[in-house]
């Protein structure tokens, strides 16, 4: 397995484009389009949350027929919240965009992604999907990465290579997300392409369990949006005789790649959270439970004072033993041991001297690890999330205007 | 009932004092001393967090004879997590107030608050203890309230007098807290004081309910401190009969006039909430269950994006609907009305035009209100909560060095 230059138009028969069609003020790129060249087998994992916006919910409709040709991004306005007009602005784009690629309208999946309550301006939009279609490209991966992002500093986005049944397979994902972002599902628009030949049950059971911890681990902020997903399409061009048995080694090999492909895609996203500095990783080991690991990696990992505290570059674990305290897990406190990458700061819940000088220089780092070991059971859990810095605010109190 | 001046010495029988014992690097107050005349019947609410500071499980153990004289709180340093001599500490230094104040070492409440993992300094702390004794005063409440400080920037206290069964009642308290502010238990350290005749069972019970409502409906920033306690103490040198009956004008009198010192004080935590700019009160309304109606405000309350659109004055209410949509709660996003202040920006789900200089009007105001109905029962809740600046992150970035 290679990690190779591009994203999801690096699988054979994908082809993308991007285009600015005047929903961000500033002119950038606006409308993302990412097409297979024939029907391809069509995953999604979407938001948790009750408030679902009307692209996610055309797609969540679309989906269930489990083929889709092209799938529509816009960026510069979630298209939520806005009442029936949502609805039928974000079937229309379906239609147009089908019409314009000769398939059905349910065929083409949308997301949109921005500022919520406002209707979308669906003359740029419309003129944004005629100008994607007609400069659709095989290059064109890049152009519709830049085209989804909204806050994001940086592009995101990778790909895989791996032989499957002795053909070359390509997997190749994008995404977007800087903050709103806590697990509840997707946490963000993800779009994953692969030219693998394989069944749509067996896509979907990997992409599902795979996105359970790696996008659904990653949090910024806390915020869980409501135009979240990752949507997965495989178009069989590789021509692999085909991955249809999970106890195979295709299909171990194939949830590999996909595993590579959606942890460089969440490592990224939660180095680019917004005004974040560091990437974060947080693991706890000995839980008495799986969601006793899981509700300690995800407290600490959303405790504004932990994140301040990483910023500051200060050791500062009185506040990550606090997190995990009220995290609802249980643990005896007495027994906890606490590291900061490889320094010992924390043992059996009580302080241990440590070289505050060693410290600050694992702080420093770009990338912190945060180890917590309850000694209570034999579950463990891994989340990532950024440090939380002035910057944060500042993009957040004035980003409607 | 009327707001009179003074706090917690505002009672009759109650001395404090607030003492300098080199605990905090400034050089400022940080051993504070309220002490009862006479014994007094206590009461306590403590933390929920499974770890707990040394000084409030001493505490936790000295209320249980249900009786105390005095209470001692150091700020500057938390005494938690530092294995068996932090227990030993405070054991220590509530044994030498009892000596100097001649009672039993379990009628002597201690509390800490500070950074947590390092060992207090106790030859500081007992030197504190005996200026503070020495400098014992029915005016000292306000010394008090200043040694318990940490981040504040406002001192928070309040007092009422009203009468019951003839006789003027007093009753007084202060607070501190600041940050790491999010309810499940008392989320910060209260100190409230009254001259009023009343059972134990019957003030335990006031405070319990009243508690629930005000201390724990404020949220600076979702952490829950470790040292957090509201602790009560009645004296009855008010020499009123004796409120000894639920049914009685007495205890719902008392009980109003409780309630309305710890709102005072808990909306002063939250106007003082680390780098606050403004107080926003999150009220929700229509909620199918009392645990719905506390979800969705609780969720919103610790929404960084709500928080800081407010601090950046700009009514972006998609974040509003979205923190209700992921806080767990049941309801139909096509129901929901939104309002800031009195102005409403979301009906049934959608957005509604509304007059973005009015908006801005109402966002530039000390004080916030949010009202979300989401039409679905009968249940309602109310939370206090701050918006969120660039402060917030300088405070917190550095507060160990």
Request: charged share 25%.
């Amino acid at each position: 397995m290679n990690i190779i230059n591009g994203g999801v138009t690096a699988p054979k028969g994908f082809s993308a484009a991007g285009a600015a069609c005047g929903l961000k003020k500033n002119g950038k790129k606006d409308l993302a389009l990412v097409c297979s060249d024939d029907l391809a087998v069509a995953s999604g994992v979407f938001t948790t949350n009750v408030v679902k916006g009307h692209s996610l919910q055309v797609t969540m409709e679309h989906i269930k027929c489990g083929y889709a040709r092209a799938i529509v991004i816009n960026s510069g306005n979630a298209n939520a919240c806005v009442g029936e007009s949502g609805y039928l602005d974000a079937k229309e784009i379906a239609r147009l965009a089908a019409e314009l690629l000769d398939c059905e309208t349910e065929n083409v999946l949308v997301g949109s992604t921005g500022v919520i309550g406002m209707p979308l301006n669906m003359t740029c939009v419309k003129s944004g999907v005629r100008t994607a279609i007609a400069t659709l490209s095989p290059d064109g991966g890049h152009d519709a990465m830049e085209a989804i992002m909204t806050t994001d500093l940086v592009p995101k986005e990778i790909a895989v290579e791996l032989e499957i049944q002795g053909e070359k397979v390509t997997i190749g994902g994008m995404a977007k997300g800087s903050g709103m972002i806590h697990p509840n599902m997707a946490t963000m628009i993800g779009v994953i392409t692969t030219d693998a030949n394989i069944s749509r049950s067996l896509m979907d059971k990997a992409l599902k369990d795979i996105v359970k911890y790696t996008f659904n681990r990653v949090s910024v902020d806390g915020d869980t949006s409501v135009c979240d997903m990752v949507l997965m399409l495989a178009n069989g061009e590789a021509e692999n005789e085909g991955i249809i048995k999970e106890a195979s080694i295709e299909y171990r090999d194939f949830k590999q790649a996909l595993e590579l492909v959606c942890t460089a895609l969440s490592r990224m996203i939660a180095q680019d959270g917004e005004g974040a500095t560091k990437l974060v990783e947080i693991s706890a080991s000995g839980a008495a439970s799986e969601e006793d690991a899981y509700k300690i990696v995800s407290s600490i990992a959303r405790s504004p004072l932990v994140k301040t505290a990483i910023f500051g570059e200060d050791a500062n674990w009185g506040r990550i033993i606090t997190a995990a305290g009220y995290s609802g897990a249980e643990f005896d406190p007495n027994l906890v041991d606490i590291h900061i990458g490889n320094l010992m700061v924390c043992r059996n819940g009580a302080a241990l001297p440590f070289d505050e000088a060693k410290a600050k220089q694992i702080l420093k780092e770009r990338e912190i690890k945060i180890s917590i070991n309850v000694k209570k059971g034999n579950f463990k859990d891994r989340m990532w999330t950024c440090d939380f810095s002035c910057d944060y605010v500042k993009i957040n109190a004035s980003y409607r205007s």
